[in-house]
């Protein structure tokens, strides 16, 4: 099988997702504490209120919380298009516009209850996130929730009892430790500087993209920041890298 591991490096994938997870987990939980518990990333959680506000007929709760689940659709939508189209550059990108999104939706004025517009940019954000980086089977990590996570955890212990579990069997467990530690340093945050705890996440993801524009461009082959023969996140398995086939077009 063909590795479509992104990036190509094992030991530089699972920093960059243990970290992008810790983020994630800091700014769902700052927003969650900021804004009447609503979900930043975890999309299961605002489904649910969905539903409960739905069997109330409480329409507001369900223009709040059906409009965050479609702006995090959209991130993801968005991620996966950024990351077919930008190339060696793809890692660099995406995390200057996560980065600069949630920096957005911290001066945003508030909107109504019904449309919490400054929420978007940071939703957007998180759903963007989990484009980001891909497993060996070219499937997004999912950086930002963990229910997939703690169910390929446990069904990877099953496969080492039966046999053996799937490479990426070995990133969940830090995975799930970085997104709750995360959630725990977002809470701590929030306490002390209310809204403006979103700084943090959004510096440290700024910071990250800088890293990643300048390793890029010094070393512009290297399994740390690029895979080649990796096409965009959940594609078809006979689905060809873009960037790789806009290049053999233009060559042509």
């Avoid at 939508?77 to 995390?95: I, N, P």
């Avoid at 078809?236 to 806009?246: N, R």
């Amino acid at each position: 099988m063909t590795d479509k591991s992104f990036p190509a490096d094992d030991r530089t994938r699972l920093r960059f997702a243990v970290t992008l997870s810790l983020l994630a987990g800091m700014a769902d939980a700052i927003g969650f504490i900021e804004y009447a518990q609503l979900f930043m990333s975890f999309m299961s959680g605002n489904t649910t209120r969905f539903g409960e506000a739905a069997s109330d007929a409480d329409w507001i709760g369900v223009a709040r919380f059906g409009s965050v689940i479609m702006v995090f659709c959209l991130g993801a939508f968005l991620g996966t298009f950024v990351a077919a189209w930008s190339g060696r550059w793809r890692l660099a990108s995406l995390l200057t516009v996560q980065g600069t999104l949630i920096l957005v939706g911290v001066f945003l004025p508030h909107g109504p209850d019904a449309v919490p517009w400054h929420v978007y940019p940071i939703v957007l954000a998180l759903g963007l996130q989990n484009a980001t980086l891909q497993d060996e089977s070219g499937r997004s990590l999912a950086l930002t929730y963990v229910t997939g996570t703690v169910v390929r955890f446990g069904a990877g212990l099953a496969n080492m009892l039966l046999h053996r579990p799937a490479p990426s069997f070995w990133i969940q467990g830090p995975l799930w430790l970085g997104l709750t530690s995360g959630a725990v340093v977002g809470g701590f945050l929030q306490h002390y500087l209310g809204e403006r705890a979103f700084l943090v996440p959004a510096g440290a993801v700024l910071l990250l993209a800088t890293l990643a524009w300048i390793l890029t461009a010094l070393r512009p082959d290297s399994k740390a920041l690029t895979s080649p023969t990796a096409p965009q996140p959940d594609a078809h398995p006979d689905a060809k890298p873009l960037s790789t086939v806009l290049t053999a077009r233009g060559e042509n």
